[in-house]
């Protein structure tokens, strides 16, 4: 059984990317949620946190959650993930190509100060 925060998160994700909820478009508010999924301002909190977390929104202390464009990023922008983490979410295939691999010796060497 899902918990009621991802159930919100994954509707609200869905609105945006459909469009019902444009980019720059602010969401409604947290009582409305609590009314219309019947649920607690805390669960709420939770899925708003989560949709900024991954990039979806942006949160302004006593403004709102405003739609970010989210075709922008890729990755989230609260988090780091690595090259292959984001080539698996987004099913892209990449691989890595040598021309040359060669071993050259320093002709220089470094400052005493790097040492």
């Known amino acids: 059984m899902n ?3 991802l159930s919100l998160y994954g509707d609200i994700v869905s609105k945006i990317e459909e469009g ?4 720059n478009s602010k969401l409604p508010s947290e009582s409305s949620f609590m009314e ?3 649920i607690s301002r805390d669960t709420v909190r939770k ?14 202390k006593g ?3 405003f739609v970010l464009d989210f075709s922008k990023f890729n990755f989230p922008v609260a988090g780091l993930i690595s090259y292959k983490e984001m080539v ?9 190509i040598i021309h040359k691999l060669e071993l050259e010796t320093p002709t220089q060497t470094w400052p005493s100060f790097w040492t």
């Open 3 to 5: 918990s009621k925060y």
């Open 47 to 60: 899925s708003l946190q989560l949709l900024e977390q991954n990039g979806y929104i942006h949160k302004i």
């Open 88 to 96: 698996e979410k987004l099913n892209l295939h990449s691989k890595t």
């Open 63 to 65: 403004k709102g959650s």
């Open 36 to 38: 219309e999924y019947d």
């Open 20 to 23: 019902t909820y444009p980019t």
